[in-house]
C-alpha cells in the first residue's frame, strides 16, 4: 500500500488547496478549526445496483442510494462482456454467469477495482450492492471537517467521518469550478465539492459529476485526533455461525483447544490492553473454530490487507506457471520489460530472474527509488523503479520492498490476453468462493497492483491460508499446485533489514513461536497495520488477525503477540 496514504490512514482525508480564491469569503472570515454536520443517511455512501434489460442486446445501469438515482447504459462487447462508465471517470466491467442467474464483475473508481455480483430478481433484472468505502452500513452518519491553512495562506480542509472503520482517502488534485473547489480522491474515485457560505460550509459528494449527497457543517468544538473506532461487540468463544461460505464450523473443544486463553483475549481487546484489533479467527482441523471482531467490525466487512495480499500476488505467479503462461521462476525480468525501459538495464539488472522478486532478492536499492516512498510518488512507477540502482547483486540477499512483487505483476499482466483482474477472479479467487473483495491498482488504475493492497473479509483470508496449508486444494479442487506450494514455503533467505531478520520464502514470512517449552513453527502473509494469515502445519491450524493499527510503530508486532500469548496456548494440545 502507498506509504504517502499509509500517513492519512484511519481518516477520510480531503485535501482541498485553494478555498482563498473565494475571496468574498474566506479572505474575509476565518474559517479555521473544526467543524460538523451530518450524513442524511447511515446507507449514503451504500450504492445499490440493478441491470435491467432495455431492449434485445440493451441493458440499463440503475445506481441508486437513499437521495439519488443515476442510470447508464451498458454495451455488451464483442467479449460478451457488460461495459459502461460515469462521466468517464468509473467505469464497469461485467459479465454474465455461466448459468446466466447473476452478473459478476468490477466497478473501477480511483485505483480500487471492486468486485461486485448482482443476482437474478426476475427475468431481466438483476440486483446488487456496491460498499464504495467498504462498510456494509455507517456506525454514525456525523461528519467533522479540520479547517486549516498552509504555508502559502490558502485554505486547506480535512473531512473526517464518524465511522472510523475504513482506511482513508486521499486526495491528489484540486480545481476551481465556479464558486466552488473540486477535489477528487484517489482512492475510491469520489469528487468531493466545497463552498464557503456565510457561516457554514456545504459539502458535495459526486460520483463523476453526480451529487450522491450534501452536507452542510457548523463549527465544533471536538478534538478530530481523538476520534477513534466505536462499537462493542458482543464476544463469547462459542462456535462460529454457519454462513454459506464453505467454511465447516465447530465449536474449540471439537479439535481438542481450550478456551481460557481465548476468553483472555476477548477482554483484554474490550479493555483496550491489545488496541486496534479488529477481529481473530482460527481454522483447526479444517474448521473454522474461533471467531472475534471487536470495534464493530463483522464477518461482512472486507479489511485492508496491505501487504499481506503479496502472498497472493505469489500464489498467481505460480498459477501462471502451471498455466504456461509464464515458463519458471528462471525466466529473466527485462526479457518482459518494455522497449521503452531497456535503456535501464545495466550487467547486475540483466542477472535479475522471477525467484530474486519473489524472494527480494532482486538487489535493487529499496531504500532509494526502489522504495514505495520514491516510486509510488512519481508519475511512472515502472520507470522510477526500473531506474534504481542496485546495492547487491541478485540473489545474495534479502532486503524488503514492494517493487519487487510490483515488477512480477507487471510481467504477468503484459503475458495476459484478459485483464489481470479476471484472471485472479477465475483462478483463485472465485474457485475459493471469495467474492466480497476489492482490488488496488498501481498507478495506472488499469492494473492490479501486486506490492499490496486487496481487501479481502477475515473469513477469506483465513480461506488463503487453509488453501496452503492443504498444499493448494480447497474442497478437493487443486487450485494451486502442490509443488507451488512446497516451493513458497522454504526458506531462502534472511530479510536483513527487518527486526527479526525473519526467514523468507516465495512472498511468505517465517517465524518461530514460544509456548512453555515448545517452539512452534508458522508461516505467514503479512500486512503493515497487523494484518496477518498464519498458516501453523503442524498444528493444522491457520489464525488470520486483522488490525488497524497504521501509524503505531510500537504496535507492529502485536499480532505476533496475540499469537503467542493467547492463540496459540488455544490450541496447541
Known amino acids: 500500500m502507498c506509504k504517502n496514504v499509509i500517513t492519512v490512514v484511519l481518516l477520510f482525508v480531503s485535501v482541498l488547496t485553494g478555498c482563498s480564491q473565494q475571496r468574498t469569503n474566506s479572505s474575509e472570515r476565518n474559517w479555521e478549526g473544526n467543524w460538523e454536520g451530518k450524513l442524511a443517511n447511515k446507507n449514503t455512501l451504500n450504492f445499490n445496483l440493478t441491470i435491467k434489460e432495455s431492449q434485445a442486446g440493451s ?39 455461466q448459468d446466466k442467474t447473476g452478473i459478476t464483475g468490477f466497478v473501477k473508481s480511483g485505483i480500487l477495482m471492486y468486485h461486485v455480483t448482482l443476482q437474478k430478481t426476475n427475468d431481466s433484472t438483476y440486483s446488487g ?80 459529476k453526480r451529487i450522491v449527497t450534501a452536507v452542510n457543517f457548523k463549527r465544533s468544538d471536538i478534538d478530530l485526533s481523538s476520534l477513534k473506532p466505536s462499537g462493542l461487540n458482543s464476544q463469547k468463544v462459542n462456535k462460529p455461525a454457519t454462513l454459506n461460505d464453505g467454511w465447516i464450523t465447530a465449536s474449540t473443544t471439537d479439535v481438542g483447544a481450550t478456551n481460557t486463553s481465548l476468553e483472555k483475549l476477548i477482554d483484554e481487546v474490550n479493555k483496550k490492553e491489545l488496541p486496534n484489533t479488529h477481529s481473530v479467527l482460527i481454522a483447526k482441523e479444517g474448521k473454522l473454530v474461533f471467531e472475534a471482531y471487536f470495534d464493530g467490525h463483522n464477518p461482512d466487512i472486507s479489511h485492508d490487507q496491505r501487504s499481506a495480499s503479496k502472498s497472493i500476488s505469489s500464489a ?41 522478486l519473489l524472494t527480494m532478492s532482486s538487489g535493487l536499492d529499496v531504500d532509494g527509488a526502489a522504495s514505495e516512498n520514491s516510486y509510488q510518488s512519481s508519475d511512472n512507477w515502472l520507470k522510477t523503479t526500473l531506474e534504481a540502482k542496485m546495492v547487491q547483486e541478485p540473489g545474495t540477499g534479502a532486503n524488503y520492498g514492494s517493487a519487487n512483487p510490483f515488477l512480477l505483476g507487471v510481467i504477468l499482466d503484459g503475458q495476459l490476453s484478459t485483464p489481470l483482474e479476471l484472471y485472479m477472479d477465475q483462478k483463485l479467487l472465485s474457485p475459493l468462493g471469495i467474492t466480497n473483495y476489492i482490488i488496488q491498482t498501481e498507478n495506472t ?37 502442490e509443488n507451488w506450494v512446497d516451493a513458497s514455503f522454504k526458506k531462502y533467505r534472511r530479510l536483513q533489514d527487518v527486526r ?3 526467514e523468507y520464502g516465495y512472498l511468505w514470512w517465517h517465524k518461530t513461536y514460544t509456548v512453555g517449552d515448545k517452539k512452534v513453527a508458522s508461516i505467514e502473509a503479512r500486512g503493515a497495520g497487523g494484518q496477518y494469515i498464519c498458516v501453523i502445519p503442524e498444528l493444522q491450524a491457520v489464525v488470520v488477525i486483522t488490525s488497524g493499527n497504521y501509524r503505531s510503530r510500537k504496535l507492529l508486532q502485536q499480532p505476533e503477540n496475540i499469537l503467542e500469548q493467547y492463540v496459540l496456548p488455544a490450541i496447541i494440545e
Not at 69 to 84: D, F, H, S, Y
Request: without cysteine.
Open 59 to 97: 441493458y440499463e445501469l440503475t445506481i441508486t442510494n437513499p437521495e439519488t438515482t443515476i442510470k447508464e447504459k451498458l454495451v455488451v462487447t464483442n467479449a460478451r462482456r457488460l461495459q459502461g462508465s460515469i462521466d468517464d471517470d468509473i467505469h464497469f466491467d461485467l459479465s454474465f454467469t
Open 129 to 208: 450492492v456496491w460498499n464504495i468505502f467498504m462498510v456494509d452500513s455507517l456506525q454514525s452518519q456525523t461528519m467533522y471537517l479540520g479547517v486549516e491553512k498552509n504555508e502559502g495562506g490558502s485554505l486547506v480542509t480535512y473531512p473526517f467521518f464518524g465511522d472510523q472503520r475504513f482506511t482513508g482517502t486521499w486526495v491528489n488534485s484540486s480545481k476551481k469550478e465556479g464558486d466552488a473547489l473540486v477535489s477528487r480522491d484517489y482512492k475510491t474515485g469520489l469528487r468531493f465539492r466545497v463552498k464557503l457560505i456565510k457561516d457554514s460550509i456545504a459539502l458535495e459528494i459526486l460520483l463523476g
Open 316 to 356: 498467481m505467479i505460480g498459477i501462471a506457471i502451471e498455466d504456461k503462461i509464464l515458463r519458471s521462476i528462471d525466466q529473466k525480468l527485462y526479457d518482459f520489460i518494455p522497449k521503452e525501459f531497456q535503456y535501464t538495464k545495466d550487467s547486475l539488472k540483466a542477472r535479475i530472474n522471477f525467484e530474486d
Open 445 to 481: 488504475a488499469t492494473t492490479p497492483y501486486f506490492g499490496g493492497g486487496m481487501y479481502l473479509t477475515p473469513r477469506d483470508m483465513l480461506k488463503f491460508g487453509q488453501l496452503y496449508l492443504n498444499r493448494g486444494k480447497w474442497k478437493g479442487t487443486q487450485i494451486i499446485s
Open 500 to 502: 527479526d531478520k525473519n
